[in-house]
């Protein structure tokens, strides 16, 4: 789906098609540096993380496997609970294995917060943050995010992977969804 077939629900676009590609590439090439020699791990959080998820694998050189999570903080509002759920638990131990955990977007940070530790706590040798989008609270919690695609305003924006109400997740930009959408 493009802007212009949802354009009456949505108010602009903050991150095009063009844009997303050439930033998944950088961060991609930040990653392959660090990682030179090593396995990884890709630990995506369903189902927002998706696209990011598909288009960064591809972008890497080094060595990977894939492992999803399915958490819920937001029912199905646009404002965030802060009760994180499993809904869906990796498939495999990460013990001893070095994590990226690969994020569609940091809102409030308690999603990340909460899951940077329990895979922690779960024996990784490493573990650390790749999101595509983050807002400006992200920046009040003390969650140490590795790299960002791009800092975005405040608005509850969709596409590429991220939804309002399981709908969206295709527009192959991100774009603000217009308020009379939820109000
Ligand atoms: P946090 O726990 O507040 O950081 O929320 C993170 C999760 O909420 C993200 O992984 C998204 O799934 C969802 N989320 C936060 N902001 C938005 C938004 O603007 N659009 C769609 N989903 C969002
Ligand atoms: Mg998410």
Redesign the pocket.
Known sequence: MNFESAKSQLTKVLVTEEQIKTRVAELATEIDAKYAGKDVLLVG?LK?AIMFMADLSRALSISTSMDWMALS??GSG?V?SGVIRILKDLDAEIHGKHVIIV??????????SWLQTTLNARGAASVEVVAFLR?PA?AKVEVPVWLVGYDIPN????GYG???NEKYRSLNCVAV?DPKVYS
Do not use: M, P, Q, R
Not at 104 to 111: C, F, K, P, V, W
Not at 155 to 158: G, K, L, P, Q, T
């Open positions: 959080v927002g903080s937001y646009t965030s994020e569609d977007i940091i809102d409030s940070g308690l999603t990340l807002k992200a608005e509850f924006v969709v991220l939804d309002y969804l």
